[in-house]
Every structure is written in structure tokens, then in C-alpha cells.
T-cell receptor, first 117, second 112 residues
Framework: GAGVSQSPSNKVTEKGKDVELRCDPI?????LYWYRQSLGQGLEFLIY????????KSGLPSDRFSAERTGGSVSTLTIQRTQQEDSAVYLC???????????????FGPGTRLTVL | SQQGEEDPQALSIQEGENATMNCSYK?????LQWYRQNSGRGLVHLIL?????REKHSGRLRVTLDTSKKSSSLLITASRAADTASYFC????????????FGAGTTVTVRA
């Protein structure tokens, strides 16, 4: 595709329910990132996938959050037992393989706005 | 804690004027990037400056980097209404520079 796509664009859920957010990276990009942006804040790093390497999950805020990337392409971020503080915009980004240090421009999707009631 | 922090938080200028915003960071970096965000959704990459570069230009954008002061500036010249957006600097630690850290951003409003 032309760019990173995410679905759904908006998700409203009730506290305690599970949600799945999807990201389709740019074709050929081996690196994929998930971020969270709370209202009026900067982006918070959540997780990073690079090729077939083990993902860097150090940014996940709790064990209710998990992510997977199937076939080195599409990624799903799952939030279990959602809480009101999970309300935020969840952004996905992808980038080319890091051929050299200092070349990690990231291309962002439009985000999923999650509202937990 | 946030690696990159932008200053000022908000900026309002007249169309045609220049807009300058600054970014400070804390640890050694390989590069620093600036992104733009419209309407609180996806970010658009503007420019990347490497740690061995001091200044870089892209169209109406000029970025400087001072690694001794751990700071960067973004200048938008001859601003347009379409430049109205939030601007973020992003850095990553030298050892894991994929883990970008973003500040809270500078919100720029360009008045027609």
C-alpha cells in the first residue's frame, strides 16, 4: 500500500472489555513500532518489531497489553480488560531495515483513537 | 522521562512570518528527527539530522543541532496557514536509537 494503515480509526469500548487494534505497515518495511499518545502529550513508545528478531516489549505499560506481528507484516495490538486510563490514540509506524545507524525515519499511520467508557 | 522536550509549548504567528521552536534532550544521540502532526493523528516525518551535522535544510525548513548543548532548533520560514500543526522532536539513545522518545510538542498556529 501507499502508506501505513490502521484499523479501526475509532474504537469506543466499555471498561473491562478486550480490544484489538490492527496495523498494516508499508510493504517492504521490516521494522514496526507501536506508540501511545494521550491527549496533549507526546508519544509513548510501546513495542518494536524488527524482522524475525524477538520484539522489544519494554514500553508496554502492563501485562494487559500484548502485540504480535504475523508473517513479518501485519501487527495486532491487544489490550485486555481495558481501563479508562487506556483511552488514547494508538499510533503504528514502520521503517526500512536499519541498514546503518542513524537511518531510522519512521512512517506513521493515522492512528486509532480508543475511548474506554 | 522524556528525552526530547520542545519549547515553546505554543506559538502563534502571522502568515509570512518565521516560526522557531527548540528541542532539548538528555543523552547522547545518533540523530534527531522532527515530525509534524495535524489534528492529533498521524505524524509526518520532516527532517533527520545526524549527530555529526550542525545544520540541515529542506525546503522552508532549517534545522540546527548543537550536541554540546544537547539542543536543536526548527525554523519554518515564510509560514503558511497549512503549517498550522504540532511539531515534535524525537531522539533515541545511542545504543537503541529505534526507541524514539518524543516531547509534548510545540503547537504552531499560523494566522491568515
Amino acid at each position: 500500500g501507499a502508506g501505513v494503515s490502521q484499523s479501526p480509526s475509532n474504537k469506543v469500548t466499555e471498561k473491562g472489555k478486550d480490544v484489538e487494534l490492527r496495523c498494516d505497515p508499508i510493504s517492504g518495511h521490516t521494522a514496526l513500532y507501536w506508540y501511545r499518545q494521550s491527549l496533549g502529550q507526546g508519544l509513548e513508545f510501546l513495542i518494536y518489531f524488527q524482522g524475525n528478531s524477538a520484539p522489544d516489549k519494554s514500553g508496554l505499560p502492563s501485562d494487559r497489553f500484548s502485540a504480535e506481528r504475523t508473517g513479518g507484516s501485519v501487527s495486532t495490538l491487544t489490550i485486555q480488560r481495558t481501563q479508562q486510563e487506556d483511552s488514547a490514540v494508538y499510533l503504528c509506524a514502520s521503517s526500512l531495515a536499519r541498514l546503518a545507524v542513524g537511518s531510522n525515519e519512521q512512517f506513521f499511520g493515522p492512528g486509532t483513537r480508543l475511548t474506554v467508557l | 522521562s522524556q528525552q526530547g522536550e520542545e519549547d515553546p509549548q505554543a506559538l502563534s504567528i502571522q502568515e509570512g512570518e518565521n516560526a522557531t521552536m527548540n528541542c532539548s534532550y538528555k543523552t547522547s544521540i545518533n540523530n534527531l528527527q522532527w515530525y509534524r502532526q495535524n489534528s492529533g493523528r498521524g505524524l509526518v516525518h520532516l527532517i533527520l539530522i545526524r549527530s555529526n551535522e550542525r545544520e540541515k535544510h529542506s525546503g522552508r525548513l532549517r534545522v540546527t543541532l548543537d550536541t554540546s548543548k544537547k539542543s536543536s532548533s526548527l525554523l519554518i520560514t515564510a509560514s503558511r496557514a497549512a503549517d498550522t500543526a504540532s511539531y515534535f522532536c524525537a531522539t533515541g539513545p545511542r545504543s537503541n536509537d529505534y526507541k524514539l522518545s518524543f516531547g509534548a510538542g510545540t503547537t504552531v498556529t499560523v494566522r491568515a
